[in-house]
């Protein structure tokens, strides 16, 4: 199958949007893919499940579904049977009848790890430090002001609710292990790799690889998409 029959669909994490993917986008369309960065509203988990099935929804033929951090646990809850293989970016994989805040806090977290807490509006923002500190240590004066400046805040309601059975069960699945990730533990990353059976690349990288690392993203996504189009 040629690659521009086949999309690949990179879904933004907690504080972020789909610009975090800029650097990946080009690449991919370059090498002939169809690419959508497809929004999540970040107020419950319900909420961006939908969100993400509406924008699939839309799309014709097979698919490489990518997450980051937070959307690991989403892009793991689409049912769509156009999702041929996942790619999991420094991300969170709970299992069925897991929570993202299970995951997240199963092991020590990092000393520059943010202390994270709700506002008056019960939603969650990262500390301006924290960008520079742990969500991007690696990231230019350049890409953190970008990184600020888009943020969008968390709700609690994303990361409190059991999941069902996910899609890495049933779908191939890949890795990329951040292994500098100040702010989902490495530990952590690696045990949800090895319990999805997923294919794993581990690298000295920090929480946002997709901005700080990106031709080392587009790798493993192509790795994945190659078994589509082989």
């Excluded at 986008?25 to 499940?49: H, M, Q, R, Y």
């Excluded at 809850?77 to 897991?98: C, F, I, N």
Aim: glycine share 6%; with cysteine; aromatic share 6%.
């Amino acid at each position: 199958m040629p690659s521009s029959n086949v999309t690949v669909a990179l879904v933004h994490g907690a504080w972020a949007d789909g610009s975090s993917w800029a650097k990946i986008i080009a690449p991919l369309a370059a090498k002939g893919f169809s690419v959508v960065a497809p929004p999540l509203p970040l107020t419950s988990f319900e909420d961006d499940v939908a969100a993400l099935d509406r924008a699939l929804e839309r799309i014709a033929g097979p698919l490489v579904l990518a997450g980051h951090a937070y959307a690991g646990a989403v892009i793991g809850a689409t049912r769509s049977d156009k999702v041929q293989a996942l790619v999991y970016v420094a991300a969170l994989a709970p299992d069925e009848g897991e929570t993202v805040a299970d995951v997240f806090y199963r092991g020590e977290l990092h000393a520059k790890a943010p202390k994270l807490a709700p506002d008056g509006h019960g939603l969650i923002y990262l500390p301006d430090a924290a960008f520079a500190d742990a969500f991007a240590q690696n990231a230019s004066a350049e890409d953190l002001s970008v990184l600020r400046a888009v943020q969008q805040p968390i709700s609690p309601a994303c990361i409190t609710v059991p999941v069902a059975r996910p899609l890495w069960r049933d779908r191939p699945a890949w890795f990329l292990v951040a292994e500098d990730d100040r702010m989902i533990a490495a530990d952590t990353q690696r045990f949800q790799a090895d319990r999805m059976k997923a294919r794993t690349r581990s690298l000295p990288l920090d929480h946002t690889p997709m901005v700080t690392a990106p031709g080392a993203v587009v790798e493993i996504i192509l790795e994945a998409a190659h078994t589509i189009t082989a």
